[in-house]
């Protein structure tokens, strides 16, 4: 992170949201949290009629399946989320919330305490951009770094029940965090989470980043030279462990896998491997 900047891989992350991928945007509030020429660009196939398309494959093109592999993980966690909203959970803490819309953009969300923790940087630059928007539900901001603070005290401090249990979303973060800042929050997680709790989280395995020699040494340095360098990874048996014995790992998989989830018969993006999404559950 840039000191006092919003985090610039929060801005890449909505701009996918809001651009979509086929018809439609996945998030219409991306231009409210976008500066200003992300946020046209983003909303540019509302006024392109007929050549919405090509436009978005353009840009898509740009990223080299970035887009497309961003869009579809927010897919596959909107779709566990309401899968697991069924049980009657009522609370949802979103890890690095970033400029995530959900608690303004999904229905399912409309009667459930949504809690955004982020560094203290992004939450502020997301909080002015959402002043005027008021939130349909109800929102509660912990501002935290997870490399040098603990949330847990401050998030029961925001009216997190930790006898109840609650959802969880932690989605492309924990690859920018040192691997001990990983598992402390994993830690604090579990400290926080009653049985029935269920924490949808991606993680970067090691290796695996695409277009070979030129992707190893050119996409970190991507990450690295805009202040996010990419950091800890996991093999999934180690995300097995370091979660045990207190959650049961139920969906493990690369981005092959996630239309499972979402149902969808879409071509899976295959450029970005290297993340996986994890969905765990809390023992009793
Ligand atoms: C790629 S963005 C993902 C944002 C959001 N989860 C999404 O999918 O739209 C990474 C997020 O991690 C947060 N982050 C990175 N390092 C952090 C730290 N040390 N403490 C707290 N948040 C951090 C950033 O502020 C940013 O919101």
Redesign the pocket.
């Known amino acids: 992170?840039r000191p006092g900047l919003?985090?610039g891989?929060?801005l890449?992350?909505?701009f996918a949201?809001g651009l979509g991928v086929d018809t439609h945007e996945i998030d219409p509030l991306a231009s409210e949290l976008l500066p200003p020429v992300l946020a046209q660009l983003a909303a540019a196939p509302r006024h392109l009629g007929g050549v919405a398309g090509l436009y978005r494959a353009a840009v898509r093109a740009t990223t080299f399946g970035l887009i497309d592999h961003?869009v579809l993980?927010?897919q596959a966690i909107d779709a566990h989320l309401a899968s697991a909203l069924q049980s009657g959970i009522d609370q949802l803490v979103?890890l690095?919330?970033?400029?995530?819309a959900r608690a303004w953009r999904l229905e399912v969300l409309k009667d459930v305490t949504v809690f955004e923790?982020?560094?203290p940087?992004?939450?502020r630059y997301k909080r002015t951009r959402m002043s005027q928007m008021r939130p349909p539900g109800d929102i509660r901001y912990v501002s935290?770094?997870?490399?040098t603070e603990r949330f847990s005290s401050i998030l029961e401090g925001a009216g997190f029940r930790s006898a109840a249990p609650s959802a969880w979303?932690?989605?492309?973060?924990a690859m920018?965090?040192p691997l001990d800042?990983v598992h402390d929050t994993l830690g604090q997680l579990t400290s926080l989470a009653a049985a029935g709790s269920e924490l949808a989280m991606t993680y970067r395995v090691p290796g695996m980043l695409p277009y070979g020699s030129l992707g190893r040494v050119a996409i970190p340095a991507v990450f690295a030279a805009a202040g996010?360098p990419l950091k800890a990874t996991l093999q999934p048996h180690e995300l097995a462990s370091a979660v045990a014995p207190d959650w049961d790992v139920t969906f493990d998989e690369d981005s092959r896998g996630w239309r499972k989830l979402t149902g969808s018969t879409a071509n899976a993006s295959r450029s970005f491997l290297s993340e996986r999404l994890a969905i765990v559950k809390r023992r009793g």
């Open positions: 992170m919003p985090s891989t929060s890449l992350v909505s949201r961003m993980r927010t979103i690095g919330a970033g400029l995530d923790v982020d560094h940087a992004t939450q935290v770094d997870f490399e979303i932690w989605e492309g973060v920018y965090l800042a996010e």
